[in-house]
Every structure is written in structure tokens, then in C-alpha cells.
């Protein structure tokens, strides 16, 4: 790694350790009683607290910075100091445990920024997909608004803002990988341009609170599973990125419907529900479901009392998976000659399972999940394989899980950790493991640096032939994450 790298780093972590120094002389602080939520490096929340459904991790505030935060619960800005403290991830979870008798609008958000390099051969078939030069991004930047429409009716949205698809490569394999190029002359001004960024609605819905057993949320939501994804705020989370399993959506990561939840509570055990109704998966399933055949949703989180924290969660997904497209044929010279049918390109059965397990216990925490996703195809949606031509798509089997593991250190709030992950597929021949190793840390409470080192590698499948590069990919990363 460039020494000037390494130099900005330790500069960034000089700072901010002096900022904390300054603030942990605060004017009698007023400590109000803790929120939900369980956001990145803190000891877990008591039992009978309500706490946030699938952070890793949840930050240790020493009490003189605790004042930094807003309730979530107060329908107050995040931004305002002098209020009381409020939870970094109940402010970036997809929670509804708030006051409900607050009507004020929340407006509140998140953004990173990372220096990233990677390390492949020169010849590597990974540079159509990947750069081996390192670079400066903006990875996250997203914005939240928070309603309470009366006592029984709130609301949530999340947009995502990017420079995508602007310099994008569309998903796929491929010789030519064509970088997309937003670039445009700037009407307002004809001697400027501008490169056209997107907007990325991560979640919009509506929800009615019956009861602490029963709540009916409608629109698009993240689907309720595993550990990393319904709190995917970067600040939050402990790594740069999401596991290689999870960003598969293998399980989709957001539907579009309605998702019934709750909980139950007996003695320090509590368990949460949910059961959704959603567009099956195609190319535009966010609105629009192409055979009409809904997508059905279980899964469960269960919170127990032993160790210092163990929750056990589980969820199944069933659907089935279009694409397709109308096609006229025209017999004809009047509009009556035209007819319309539905062309299939591809038809599948899709379930997928998952499980995860997230243990603490003193300053030790492990946290896994384990996702199975089988594709069985219809008779008439059956593709062409996408590599071997002459030759039909299989039915498909892919499994994935990952392992992490971390010490929590008395310094910043930090934690170093590590990650192994593994993932086998014979629909794309991909057998794939990697490591990664890190630290992050919170000097401020609105503030995560982290600096990860990882290796992927690709190893030929036990029934197949790869489709991957067997090239192995290094790399590391340093990110500064924030809330605002």
C-alpha cells in the first residue's frame, strides 16, 4: 500500500482521537434511557428493551459521547447535539419501534467513501470486469424520511443517490464489456456538461401497528432476513461490503408487496414473525410482476438470554422467476390481423433457505449464516446455457456461507476481525472462497473508519466446469463512514 495512504490514515486516526479527547469533557450530560436498535460494536441491549433485528455489531459509546445522538424516538433531527441519545441503527434499520404519538418528519442519512485496490494478473480475464488501479470512490449516499401519519400509520423511505450508470458495465459475462457514458451538454448552461448520475429506491412503504403482535406493511421493503441485510448502513456495519452470499440475492434482498410482522415475548425470550406477499423475481420486479405468480415469504428471529447475546434467525422464500416478452404478429392490413402473444424466455421455480446464528459473549463475537438457493426450470422457460451453446440451462443448486469472528478492543470503540466465506453454484461452475481480515473503529459517534485486506479465490468445481477466471483477486480497502 502507498505510504501516503498509510499516512492519511494514521492522520485521519490522530484526529479523531484528538476530537474525542475534547468531547469527553461535556457540561453534565443528561443520559436518557437507552433506544432500540443494536447497531455495530456495543454490548447488546437488555432483553426487554426492543432491539434492532440484524446488525452485527453495536457500538460501545463511552457516556461522555452518548449526548451526540438524538432519540429515534423523539422525532428529533440526528443532527441536533443538546437532544437526547438516540441509536445509530435505529435511525438505519428497518424498525417501526418508534413513538408513534410524534408526528414530527425525520430526514436523516448516511454516506462513505473508500480508497480501494485490487491486485490481478495484468492478462487476467477479471480486468473486462475489474480495475487493477487503485481509486478514490463514493460508494453510499443515502438519504432517509421518517413520517408518523397518526398513531396507528407511519411511513419510511430510502433513496440511494449515485454516479451509476455513468462509467457502469451492465451485469453478465461477456468479451466486450462496454463502459456506460452518461456524459451530456447542460441545457442551463451550453458551454458546460454534466454526467447524469441515478437514484436508487432502496425501500418506500407504509405501515399500520394493530399491535405489538401484528403490524401489515405495505410497498417495498428489505426483505426480513439473515444478519447484514436489513441494516445495511455502513456505518453500522462492521466490514466494507456485503458477503459474497448475500450480494448474490440469492434471497432477494427487497420485494415488493405486503409483509406481516410482530413479536412475542415470554420471560427474556422474544421472538419476531414475518410473512410476505411479494412480485416474483424477474428483471422488473420492483413494480411490475410478469406472470402474476406471487412470491411467498417465512422467517423468524429468535433472542435469547444466554451468553451475553444469542439470536437464532431462519427464513424460506418461494416464487417463481420470469422473463419474458409480448410479440405481435400481423396477418393482416386492419388492426384486428394483429395478435399479441407472450413470448417465454426463461421460467424457473425458485427456493431458497437461510439460517444465521450471532453470538457474543464478553468482548468475543462470532456471527454466520448459511443461504441455499434451488433453481428448478419450467418445460417451456428452459434458457440456452449461457456459456456451452447447443446445450439447455441445468436446474441449479447454490450454497454459501460465511463465518465471522471478532475481538472488541478497550480503544476507539474497535474491533479487528476476520471473515471466511464460501460459496459453490453449478448454474455459473462458481467455487469460490475468500478471506478477509480488518479493523474498524468509531472515534466519533457519527463516524466508522475501517481498513479491510481480502483474497478471492476460485477453484474448479468438484461436478463441472468453471465459468470464473481461476485467477485469485487481492485487495484492500479503507473507508470513513458517516451519519448525518
Excluded at 183 to 204: H, K, L, M, N, S
Excluded at 240 to 251: A, E, H, Q, W, Y
Excluded at 361 to 379: C, H, M, P, R
Amino acid at each position: 500500500m502507498p505510504r501516503i495512504v498509510l499516512r492519511f490514515l494514521f492522520a485521519l486516526l490522530a484526529l479523531f482521537g484528538g476530537a474525542s479527547e475534547a468531547l469527553a469533557q461535556p457540561e453534565a450530560p443528561n443520559l436518557p434511557e437507552e433506544p432500540t436498535g443494536a447497531p455495530l460494536l456495543d454490548k447488546p441491549s437488555p432483553p426487554e428493551k426492543p432491539t434492532g433485528p440484524t446488525t452485527l455489531d453495536k457500538p460501545a459509546l463511552p457516556e461522555e459521547l452518548e449526548s451526540e445522538y438524538v432519540n429515534a424516538e423523539s422525532g428529533a433531527s440526528p443532527l441536533s447535539d443538546s437532544e437526547e441519545d438516540y441509536d445509530l441503527e435505529e435511525f438505519l434499520d428497518d424498525t417501526s419501534h418508534i413513538d408513534m404519538e410524534n408526528d414530527a418528519l425525520q430526514i436523516y442519512g448516511f454516506a462513505d467513501t473508500m480508497y480501494r485496490n485490487l491486485f490481478f494478473p495484468a492478462d487476467s480475464p477479471w480486468a473486462l470486469n475489474l480495475q487493477d488501479n487503485s481509486t478514490f470512490l463514493v460508494g453510499n449516499l443515502n438519504l432517509y424520511v421518517r413520517a408518523n401519519i397518526s398513531t396507528k400509520w407511519s411511513s419510511l423511505t430510502e433513496v440511494r443517490f449515485s454516479f451509476f450508470p455513468n462509467g457502469a458495465q451492465r451485469d453478465g459475462f461477456g468479451i466486450e464489456m462496454e463502459r456506460q457514458n452518461t456524459t451530456f451538454r447542460d441545457d442551463a448552461d451550453p458551454a458546460d456538461t454534466v454526467r447524469v448520475g441515478g437514484i436508487i429506491i432502496e425501500r418506500a412503504w407504509l405501515e399500520y401497528r394493530y399491535s405489538e403482535y401484528l403490524q401489515v406493511r405495505f410497498g417495498r421493503w428489505l426483505t426480513p432476513y439473515g444478519i447484514w441485510n436489513i441494516d445495511h448502513g455502513s456505518p453500522t456495519l462492521i466490514g466494507t461490503r456485503k458477503p459474497f452470499i448475500i450480494g448474490l440475492d440469492l434471497m432477494p434482498s427487497a420485494q415488493t408487496g405486503i409483509q406481516l410482522h410482530g413479536e412475542y415475548r415470554t420471560g427474556e425470550y422474544r421472538l419476531k414473525y414475518f410473512a410476505t406477499v411479494a412480485n416474483g423475481r424477474g428483471p422488473f420486479d420492483e413494480y411490475r410482476d410478469l406472470d402474476g405468480n406471487k412470491a411467498l415469504g417465512l422467517s423468524f428471529k429468535l433472542e435469547t438470554p444466554w451468553l451475553d447475546e444469542a439470536t437464532i434467525g431462519g427464513a424460506s422464500n418461494y416464487g417463481r422467476s420470469s422473463i419474458n416478452h409480448p410479440e405481435a404478429t400481423v396477418t393482416g392490413t386492419s388492426v384486428e390481423d394483429v395478435m399479441v402473444e407472450t413470448r417465454i424466455d426463461e421460467e424457473s421455480n425458485v427456493l431458497t433457505l437461510s439460517a444465521d446464528l450471532k453470538l457474543r459473549w464478553k468482548n468475543l463475537l462470532f456471527a454466520g449464516e448459511l443461504v441455499s438457493e434451488q433453481i428448478a426450470y419450467t418445460e417451456r422457460g428452459r434458457p440456452q446455457h449461457f456459456a456451452v451453446p447447443g446445450t439447455l440451462q441445468p436446474d441449479s443448486t447454490t450454497l454459501g456461507w460465511y463465518g465471522l469472528l471478532g475481538y472488541e478492543l478497550p480503544w476507539q470503540n474497535a474491533m479487528v476481525w476476520g471473515v471466511y466465506e464460501s460459496a459453490t453454484s453449478n448454474r455459473f461452475g462458481v467455487n469460490v472462497h475468500m478471506n478477509t481480515g480488518g479493523i474498524t473503529l468509531r472515534p466519533l459517534p457519527k463516524v466508522t473508519l475501517k481498513a479491510t485486506a481480502f483474497r478471492f479465490e476460485f477453484r474448479e468445481p468438484d461436478d463441472g466446469t468453471s465459468f470464473l477466471p481461476s485467477d485469485s483477486v487481492f485487495g484492500t480497502e479503507l473507508q470513513i463512514a458517516w451519519v448525518f
